[in-house]
Nanobody, 117 residues
Framework: QLQACGGGLVQAGGSLRLSCVAS????????MGWYRQAPGKERELVAA????????YYADSVTGRFTVSRDNDKNTVYMQMNSLKPEDTAVYYC????????????WGQGTQVTVSS
């Protein structure tokens, strides 16, 4: 129900834009998050956006470099990633959390982002 894409191989300092298309759910009632998991590390929340798009959250490690946005008419959430660093290398997952829920209900399949130095 969540299909993420946009990952790839990029040099340090480069940019990528991830997209995540939702289907089978009322997208505008879900808060959305982007997580990442690097080899040997725990999954971490990178960015999130509320259902209406008015509030965003960023991990300290990406603040000022990543921007999360959404288009509720297209059932899509985006994450623009600029000034990429090798430490951003990970599999990136989008996730959906219903308004009022404490956990993310749905997860995408993940898209690989690799940043070379």
């Amino acid at each position: 129900q969540l299909q993420a894409c946009g990952g790839g191989l990029v040099q340090a300092g480069g940019s990528l834009r991830l997209s995540c298309v939702a289907s089978g759910l009322t997208f505008r009632t879900y808060n959305m998050g982007w997580y990442r998991q690097a080899p040997g590390k725990e999954r971490e929340l990178v960015a999130a956006i509320t259902s209406g798009g008015s509030i965003t959250y960023y991990a300290d490690s990406v603040t000022g470099r990543f921007t999360v946005s959404r288009d509720n008419d297209k059932n899509t959430v985006y994450m623009q990633m600029n000034s990429l660093k090798p430490e951003d290398t990970a599999v990136y997952y989008c996730a959906a959390r219903r308004n009022g829920a404490s956990k993310y209900d749905y997860w995408g399949q993940g898209t690989q982002v690799t940043v070379s130095s």
